[in-house]
């Protein structure tokens, strides 16, 4: 079964909630390989507090770096460098769907030669874009969309988180890539409003995979 790699348009755009929700939605396991900033907590103990199954296993971070910054700054920062070959050979071991959470987007450097890009293929993993909806998010979406179909990266869809103009069916037909999902704004997030956001989601996953 490959795994489920969540990537976005940039940073700060709610791929962490997504990746609760879809989580919650397959009780799939999750793992975020690399976490950049940690003052604040992590984006692993975020979906562990937010997962309403018992079947999810979160799987601790491969490089936990304290700078909050793009990994290949926070790395050496610490002493120490990102090899795609070291997160390869730690792939979780497991018989459930797992998702894979990123750090930025597609063309955040990992390392002085090698990008997130690199990483996903790599991993040969199916790919949910998430973008969130607000000023410039047609360019970034469309932008990551040409690089992922260049590269001829396996994508599943678009899940769009906020609501701003309401882009997500035009960004969707201009990409080519389904819509599978648009999380609307939630003014509280907790484990019962990922369940329900989940449960909604869960047929439309379903289909695609």
């Not at 750090?103 to 949910?128: E, Q």
Request: with cysteine.
């Amino acid at each position: 079964m490959k795994p489920i790699f969540i990537t976005g348009t940039g940073t700060d755009v709610g791929k962490t909630l997504v990746a609760a929700i879809v989580t919650e939605a397959l009780k799939a396991d999750y793992w975020k390989p690399i976490q950049a900033g940690c003052s604040d907590g992590t984006d692993s103990l975020f979906v562990a507090n937010m997962i309403s199954n018992n079947k999810t296993k979160i799987y601790d971070e491969l490089y936990l770096l304290k700078m909050p910054a793009s990994p290949h700054l926070a790395a050496p920062a610490e002493g120490r460098k990102i090899k795609i070959k070291e997160i390869i050979e730690h792939l979780p071991k497991t018989k459930n769907q797992l998702i894979i959470e990123g750090a930025g987007g597609l063309m955040v450097p990992l390392n002085k030669k090698k990008l997130m890009l690199n990483l996903i293929k790599k991993l040969d993993a199916k790919v949910i874009i998430v973008s969130k909806n607000e000023l410039g998010s047609i360019n970034h979406s469309l932008l990551t969309a040409e690089v992922l179909k260049h590269e001829h990266v396996n994508v599943l869809g678009w899940i769009f988180n906020e609501e701003y103009k309401n882009y997500q069916e035009e960004i969707g037909a201009w990409s080519g890539y389904p819509v599978i999902a648009s999380v609307k704004h939630l003014p509280l997030i907790s484990k019962e409003t990922i369940k329900a956001e989940a449960e909604k989601m869960l047929p439309k996953l379903k289909a695609i995979l």
